[in-house]
């Protein structure tokens, strides 16, 4: 099972956070119960001031303070401060509404899941993003700690209160775009080399826009389908691709203006990318993937929601049809 790391005195200092003050009798002379919900927990801590007040501009404070059961993943003070500045805030006041909702709403998690519940793999916020009405997805890493889309970490794990469970952590979690996934996830870490490989390539800066040609459907192959490739290939390395080679076969792995989800496929469906190319959608127990060469890649990993669009993870890379 894996443990979360936190000191002695952050302990403490969380702990702090549940204390209220209750009378001890109402005007009918009944007990008065005191309660402890997030919302409690979060405006009794001083270092969680700039979260409190998020959370009373949108409301959701009153969400946290229902019987409902959430999970909160909660940024501190320090890390609101980071988030406004990078992000090119100076105050809580400029982040819109309507995305500061879903900002918070990517922290909270519906139920209970206390730190032996997470494993490495993807779960489901509350939020939703640009490209579809479905849930943003979360990747959660458990290798060292647990870090969230590769960007916070936890710092003290299941604290416990009326109605969930805080975990706290240390920088806002912001909505993810393609490139969030492609970075945290260390499947990808060979795709993010090819993406990157030549300064010319503009797939980076391209899957982080959310206005057109966003949203984008990224068909993403993992690590082993780039070493099955090359081997195919009679390749050493991923630089002995020609660059025109490797933009193509890239640019043949992403479709634009379209947030296509695996309920959206249809059984031969023909698939146009950023190429120009198309290839062919096959539908059976698995979703398999036909390219240009009639070579076939399995859909291992569906419906990775994005802010700008959705992944889909492939077991082998695809190749466009061969130039003539």
């Given amino acids: 099972m894996k443990t979360f790391k936190f000191t002695k005195i952050a302990l403490l200092a969380f702990l702090t956070f549940g204390l209220i003050s209750?009378?001890?009798?109402?005007?009918?002379?009944?007990?008065?119960?005191?309660?402890?919900?997030?919302?409690?927990?979060?405006a009794g801590n001083p270092d969680y001031s700039s979260l409190a007040a998020a959370l009373e501009v949108t409301g959701l404070d009153a969400t946290l303070d229902g019987t409902a059961n959430f999970t909160v993943f909660a940024p501190n003070n320090a890390a609101f401060n980071t988030f406004l500045s990078d992000n090119g805030f100076s105050s809580l006041s400029e982040v819109p509404e309507d995305?500061?909702?879903?900002?918070?709403?990517?922290?909270?998690?519906?139920?209970?899941?206390?730190?032996g519940d997470l494993s490495t793999g993807y779960i489901e916020s509350m939020a939703t993003g640009m490209a579809s009405e479905e849930a943003l997805s979360m990747y959660i890493n458990t290798d060292d700690g647990v870090?969230?889309?590769?960007?916070?970490?936890?710092?003290?794990?299941?604290v416990e209160v009326d109605n969930g469970i805080i975990h706290a952590v240390d920088a806002v979690i912001g909505l993810p775009d393609i490139t969030t996934f492609a970075t945290a996830d260390p499947n990808f870490d060979i795709l993010v080399q090819?993406?990157?490989?030549?300064?010319?390539?503009?797939?980076?800066?391209?899957l982080m826009m959310t206005e057109d040609p966003a949203p984008f459907t990224v068909f993403a192959p993992t690590n082993d389908a780039f070493v099955a490739l090359l081997s195919e290939l009679e390749l050493a390395a991923?630089?002995?691709?020609?660059?025109?080679t490797l933009d193509a076969t890239l640019q043949y792995h992403v479709v634009t203006a379209a947030?296509?989800?695996?309920?959206?496929?249809?059984?031969?469906?023909?698939?146009?990318?950023?190429l120009g190319e198309d290839f062919t959608v096959n539908l059976g127990d698995d979703v398999v993937i036909t390219d240009g060469r009639g070579r076939t890649s399995t859909v291992i990993a569906a419906d990775v929601q994005a802010n700008n669009g959705v992944i889909h993870v492939l077991d082998t890379v695809l190749?466009?049809?061969?130039a003539e």
Avoid at 28 to 38: F, Q, S, Y
Avoid at 147 to 158: E, H, K, W
């Fill in 319 to 322: 190749l466009p049809p061969a």
């Fill in 194 to 206: 090819a993406l990157t490989r030549e300064e010319s390539f503009s797939f980076v800066e391209t």
């Fill in 147 to 158: 870090t969230i889309n590769g960007v916070s970490s936890v710092t003290t794990a299941d």
């Fill in 238 to 244: 991923l630089g002995d691709i020609p660059t025109e």
């Fill in 99 to 115: 995305v500061l909702t879903e900002i918070l709403l990517n922290h909270v998690q519906e139920g209970e899941i206390m730190s």
């Fill in 259 to 274: 947030n296509v989800r695996s309920g959206d496929l249809a059984d031969g469906m023909a698939v146009t990318t950023l």
């Fill in 22 to 42: 209750c009378s001890d009798d109402d005007d009918g002379g009944d007990v008065v119960e005191p309660t402890n919900t997030i919302a409690d927990f979060v």
